[in-house]
């Protein structure tokens, strides 16, 4: 065993030595394009970093576990409060309040118009042993008057509460298109808020720059970033032009990023929002202080198809988020793309983080992205992207008038057009929806179905009321104690000059293959069977196995039932096979050394059974016009255009 030669006895491999094997492997195809892949703002993702050297860690509200948060969004008070108690008693310790008609209530959320509705809702919380963050939308300032009350009603003090206000102007009227009235106004709102809270000793924070309407409309993780700090400098402005300190203002912001499926870019964004803000605070004079940043899973990748596999988006998404430094967690419950999760799926929304944090033990390393050089190479350059995009808002006039002149949400625009580009071809798939579909799923239960009212709800601003004095916060605090109704708070709040914009839009990345599948269910309920597409499969099973594998799995991605068989050699019996089944649609499936010598026969075989569109899977080639003028109508491949294919495909199944 002496003999044995130590770690240190042996020469440590360098890039080179691995270049060099690596142009072995590719056999001369380009590295860049074979092995760089980039996001969408354009970064390049290397498949190889060396160590990084000299990084710093970065540095959190508070060291140890992150905070499980849960919401709270069932319409009836009273059946949201047992949600949230079956919670608090299975392993959370914060609780998200979404009020109906917020932005994130996607139809539902707590329907609360008074305090005594609002202590129904929360009957049984200690909100002195809780974090509590409030999720209202546009009557944020109504509900943190009520939340105020409620303290006072049961004897809290506010120095002693954990909570965020969740007081979000800029990001209600992002996702809703109207402010309620001038920014001049509003931002006088804020200070006259903070100032209140501060004279009641109130230690949490009151304003969140929120990352998910910019999300949801398909901003890259730079775009994102580069909003919330617009949003946090127009509100540390704001604060400080009426009379707030610069340290008392950061003190009262907190932020919000979005976790998804991407693990490498969802770390590396969360690092460097918290490097981002230090830099604004350094600027400002300010020595820098670790910010509160809650993460919460995305909207925009959920499905309503196969909702399972959401369950593997959202581990991911809550991984990246704890490694990347998230002060408070929430994952969305693996159904809410269907409707109002049930207590199962929530259960299984908190005992995912409740693994990572106590079975994983995340939580016991501080930044363990530190010193990776994967990590820090994206941190550093997602920090460049970011604060070129934020430099680019400021010279705007500020993130209110980027997104008043309609900027801003161009700039996202153009990015959602690339994320759809890259899902219709299947380039960045989409698990149990574009790939890998299960059209005989099972359905899953939800205590509530969303409904197409309910989507459009959900992102409708609420009517407004005809503008009324000022109204101080102490007042509406005072009047929420006194039972005033939200309404009555809102009406009280109103003012002049309100603001409208284009407002975001929020968007799932399944949703165009979902109305595909949607078409599907509903001819499937008229006709009793779905569409169909036989496959024409062309030689021994080992010859078309991988093509019909393929073609199986593509039109199945649009509902479009493929007809399986075990391969023909006879054009008689491929025919007689095509009538049986009984489908409109075929697709040839086999290798290209059969296809140079059957496809022209099979094709006229098909055409002349009544196919009216036929199919082969695998590029063309040199044949393209020969096998066109045979009667082949189109080809699918890994990399065309597959939703426009599908949506050819469902029109001729259907008509």
């Not at 916060?473 to 409208?500: E, Y």
Request: charged fraction near 25%.
């Amino acid at each position: 065993m002496d003999d044995l030669p130590l770690a240190t006895d042996f020469p440590l491999a360098t890039r080179e030595q691995w270049l060099k094997l690596v142009e072995g492997v590719l056999k001369g195809a380009d590295f860049q394009k074979k092995l760089v892949s980039r996001s969408h703002d354009g970064i390049a993702i290397q498949p190889l970093y060396p160590k990084a050297e000299g990084s710093t860690p970065i540095a959190r509200e508070q060291a140890g576990r992150w905070r499980v948060s849960q919401r709270i969004d069932h319409p009836d008070q009273q059946k949201a409060n047992e949600l949230a108690l079956l919670d608090l008693e299975g392993g959370a310790d914060a609780l998200t309040l979404v009020t109906h008609k917020a932005p994130a209530a996607r139809g539902f959320g707590v329907r609360i118009d008074s305090l005594d509705e609002l202590d129904r809702a929360l009957s049984g919380v200690m909100l002195d042993l809780i974090h509590l963050r409030i999720d209202a939308g546009v009557h944020g300032r109504q509900m943190a008057a009520l939340i105020l009350a409620l303290a006072e009603r049961r004897g809290h003090k506010l120095s002693e509460l954990s909570a965020d206000l969740g007081l979000d102007p800029i990001g209600a009227m992002a996702a809703q298109g109207r402010m309620s009235a001038s920014w001049d106004a509003m931002a006088q709102r804020m200070g006259d808020t903070l100032e209140h809270l501060t004279a009641q000793g109130f230690a949490g924070r009151a304003f969140l720059a929120d990352g998910r309407v910019y999300h949801e409309a398909g901003a890259s993780e730079a775009q994102e970033l580069a909003a919330v700090l617009a949003t946090g400098v127009g509100y540390l402005r704001a604060l400080e032009a009426r009379g707030h300190a610069l340290d008392a203002a950061r003190r009262a912001l907190s932020f919000l990023l979005v976790a998804d499926a991407d693990e490498f870019l969802t770390v590396a964004k969360l690092r460097a929002l918290r490097r981002l803000w230090a830099r604004i605070e350094q600027a400002c004079g300010l020595e820098p202080s670790p910010i509160r940043l809650h993460a919460e899973t995305a909207w925009r990748m959920t499905t309503r198809r196969d909702p399972w596999v959401n369950m593997l988006r959202t581990t991911v998404a809550a991984f990246s988020a704890g490694i990347g430094g998230a002060d408070t967690i929430t994952v969305l419950p693996f159904t809410v793309a269907l409707g109002l999760p049930d207590a199962f799926a929530r259960r299984i929304a908190r005992n995912t983080q409740l693994i990572l944090l106590d079975e994983s033990n995340l939580a016991r390393v501080a930044d363990p992205a530190a010193g990776a050089g994967g990590f820090e190479a994206l941190t550093e350059a997602l920090c460049e992207k970011a604060w070129s995009l934020f430099q680019e808002i400021e010279r705007e006039g500020g993130i209110l008038e980027s997104l008043k002149s309609d900027k801003l949400q161009a700039g996202i625009a153009a990015v959602q057009a690339q994320r759809e580009k890259a899902a219709a071809t299947r380039k960045e798939p989409i698990t149990g929806t574009s790939e890998f579909p299960n059209i005989n799923e099972a359905d899953v239960t939800v205590l509530l179905p969303m409904s197409e009212t309910e989507k459009s709800a959900a992102s409708s601003p609420s009517p407004s009321s005809p503008a009324s004095a000022e109204t101080s916060f102490a007042t509406l605090v005072q009047m929420a104690g006194q039972g005033a109704t939200l309404p009555q708070l809102a009406n009280a709040a109103s003012g002049p000059s309100p603001v409208s914009i284009a407002p975001l839009p929020s968007i799932r990345t399944a949703e165009h293959f979902e109305r595909l599948r949607d078409l599907s269910d509903a001819y499937q309920a008229k006709t009793g069977e779905r569409p169909k597409v036989f496959l024409a499969n062309l030689g021994p099973i080992s010859a078309f196995t991988a093509r019909a594998t393929f073609a199986k799995n593509f039109f199945e991605a649009g509902g479009i039932e493929a007809i399986m068989n075990d391969g023909f050699s006879d054009n008689d019996k491929l025919q007689r096979a095509y009538l049986a089944s009984k489908a409109k649609l075929s697709c040839i499936c086999s290798t290209d050394e059969i296809y140079e010598k059957h496809a022209l026969d099979a094709a006229e075989t098909l055409r002349s059974a009544g196919s009216k569109l036929i199919y082969l899977a695998g590029r063309p080639g040199e044949r393209e016009n020969e096998l066109t003028r045979a009667g082949i109508t189109n080809f699918i491949f890994a990399g065309c255009d597959t939703l426009k294919v599908l949506s050819q495909a469902l029109d001729e199944s259907c008509a």
